[in-house]
């Protein structure tokens, strides 16, 4: 049987304390005990089955784990109060002084930051590869590679990585591959591509609302352990934990993300065969002409699309910034960072998520100044959105 994401989390029976359909939002940040020995036993990890201190687990964030554990087809899942807390958190789990890193060069600008800058003071070393080319990164493996990291579809380029075939490297070398599927819930499922770790900035699609910041981790149960171990896990000593008011909420969006993946995507290829027809340049990973879109074919559950995220190129910054604040102007979207919210969002990636990246980086990547990024909304009438930037290119002479 096809491995459904939507519906295992459609299965799932989760209730509140009396019954309610939705769990019960656990407004605490500390438990009783009938028994001290319990308590003892709960902190030595003997007894299972008890919440001790919010920081640790609370029941809301482990209901929504549980969900996203479901949707991944992993073990477990952890959740993180960001993105890049459940990224960083997940690396330092892995990693001591002296390890290595094998990571894809186009990357989440802050991921980069994190990894070419701030690992320096644990003295891990980083090798920066094109993660479209297998060779490259199995060059770079080294006797202390403990990760592999990339993107399913990378920021903001979209390529996309053949997760099958990077998870073998992995797996041969006694190292773990780590995914960041941020721009692909549903569409990819990494883990069971083979991928070890599987990270979501949960602000994005899986929210789905722009209203909060969230990440998680998915894995198997013996790495969430460990990231939650009260004497060594980095996610229990550093804490960035969810606040419950906030996983509860993001729960119940989570439930409605399969309707809307379908429809970002169903939005963006209408973009991109539209652009296509009047020969603007751009980038869709459905699109035949995307270099990796039979790739993506084989690793895609094709009842979600392509996924939301779309990319056409202006030259220069200049030219962007103008197109951008005309498509503003005419209620295409907002000029605004981020993505998978209901509404379109656009930003000229090399000035904005990832002005991180040094320029000489973005330009060897192959990242334009001129790149403005489309999180494709969640629009009833694509044509008309269309028609929209047609007019706003029209006007500003680009066409
Ligand atoms: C936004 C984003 C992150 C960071 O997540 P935050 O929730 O902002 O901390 C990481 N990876 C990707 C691909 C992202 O888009």
């Keep these: 049987?096809?491995?459904?994401?939507?519906?295992?989390?459609?299965?799932?029976?989760?209730?509140?304390?009396?019954?309610?359909?939705?769990?019960?939002?656990?407004?605490?940040?500390?438990?009783?005990?009938?028994?001290?020995?319990?308590?003892?036993?709960?902190?030595?990890?003997?007894?299972?089955?008890?919440?001790?201190?919010?920081?640790?687990?609370?029941?809301?964030?482990?209901?929504?784990?549980?969900?996203?554990?479901?949707?991944?087809?992993?073990?477990?899942?952890?959740?993180?109060?960001?993105?890049?807390?459940?990224?960083?958190?997940?690396?330092?789990?892995?990693?001591?002084?002296?390890?290595?890193?094998?990571?894809?060069?186009?990357?989440?600008?802050?991921?980069?930051?994190?990894?070419?800058?701030?690992?320096?003071?644990?003295?891990?070393?980083?090798?920066?590869?094109?993660?479209?080319?297998?060779?490259?990164?199995?060059?770079?493996?080294?006797?202390?590679?403990?990760?592999i990291y990339a993107e399913t579809m990378t920021n903001p380029l979209l390529q996309i990585c053949d997760i099958e075939a990077i998870a073998k490297i992995a797996d041969q070398h006694g190292a773990k591959l780590m995914v960041d599927n941020t721009f692909t819930p549903m569409i990819v499922a990494p883990a069971k591509l083979g991928a070890h770790i599987v990270v979501y900035s949960m602000t994005k699609f899986i929210n789905g609302k722009n209203d909060c910041v969230a990440g998680a981790i998915c894995a198997d149960e013996q790495f969430i352990d460990e990231l939650a171990d009260v004497n060594t896990g980095t996610s229990m000593l550093l804490g960035p934990v969810l606040d419950p008011m906030r996983s509860a909420s993001i729960h119940k969006n989570l439930h409605t993300l399969h309707i809307r993946m379908k429809q970002h995507s169903h939005n963006a290829m209408y973009l991109a065969k539209r652009f296509k027809e009047i020969g603007l340049k751009h980038n869709y990973p459905g699109m035949p002409e995307h270099p990796q879109h039979e790739l993506f074919k084989k690793m895609m559950n094709p009842d979600f699309g392509f996924g939301g995220l779309i990319a056409i190129d202006l030259e220069t910054a200049e030219r962007a910034t103008k197109l951008m604040e005309k498509m503003q102007e005419k209620g295409v979207g907002y000029l605004a960072v981020s993505l998978g919210y209901f509404k379109t969002l656009f930003s000229n990636s090399g000035k904005s998520t990832s002005s991180e990246v040094p320029e000489d980086v973005q330009r060897t990547m192959g990242l334009s100044e001129g790149l403005i990024r489309f999180s494709v909304g969640l629009d009833n009438d694509i044509e008309r959105t269309f028609i929209m930037i047609h007019e706003s290119l029209k006007e500003r002479g680009y066409l």
């Design 1 to 147: 049987m096809k491995f459904d994401p939507a519906s295992n989390i459609q299965d799932l029976l989760q209730f509140g304390e009396f019954g309610d359909v939705n769990p019960s939002i656990t407004d605490s940040a500390t438990y009783t005990f009938l028994e001290g020995k319990t308590m003892s036993d709960t902190f030595t990890g003997e007894q299972q089955g008890c919440f001790l201190y919010s920081r640790h687990w609370n029941p809301s964030n482990r209901y929504l784990a549980e969900a996203l554990a479901a949707m991944e087809g992993t073990e477990s899942a952890w959740v993180t109060a960001s993105g890049m807390a459940a990224i960083t958190n997940a690396i330092l789990q892995l990693c001591d002084t002296g390890s290595h890193i094998i990571s894809s060069v186009t990357t989440y600008g802050g991921t980069f930051a994190f990894l070419a800058n701030y690992l320096k003071k644990f003295k891990i070393e980083v090798t920066f590869v094109d993660p479209t080319n297998l060779e490259q990164i199995e060059k770079a493996i080294q006797p202390n590679t403990k990760i």
